[in-house]
């Protein structure tokens, strides 16, 4: 199990950068995906981006793609998501979250099920 802790969130104009933050603690993260999910008002958890804590290797949700940009600095057990060029429509709670990894294929690693550890969330508004 790991513990997670999100923060970075905020008030942001559309068009503008925020750059989100999940310290990593327990066991070690080198075995695990690490996701980004988000969650709108009355709309179901969905996938963001994801990185590989060890290889680095990354998925983005399509909505995403261009604008935003997952990371993870091993040595500060610390992940990332700078996020810039932010629309309305990114207006969310945003969540890290934490998967051993049990397949090699990306489609696993975009359900919020198949992910056991979860931070508190931070909340992300956009204004137009």
């Known amino acids: 199990q790991v513990q997670l802790v999100e923060s970075g969130g905020g008030l942001v104009q559309a068009g503008g950068s925020l750059r989100l933050s999940c310290a990593v603690s327990?066991?070690?993260?080198?075995?695990?995906?690490m996701g980004w999910f988000r969650q709108a008002l009355g709309k179901e958890r969905e996938i963001v981006a994801a990185?590989?804590?060890?290889?680095?290797?990354?998925y983005y949700a399509d909505s995403v793609k261009g604008r935003f940009t997952i990371s993870r600095d091993v040595a500060k057990n610390t992940m990332y998501l700078q996020m810039n060029s932010l629309k309305p429509d990114d207006t969310a709670v945003y969540y890290c979250a934490a998967a051993q990894i049990g397949s090699s294929n990306w489609n696993y690693y975009i359900l919020p099920r198949n992910y056991a550890d979860w931070g508190q969330g931070t909340q992300v508004t956009v204004s137009s």
């Open positions: 327990g066991r070690t993260a080198s075995n695990y995906i």
């Open positions: 990185i590989n804590w060890s290889g680095g290797n990354t």
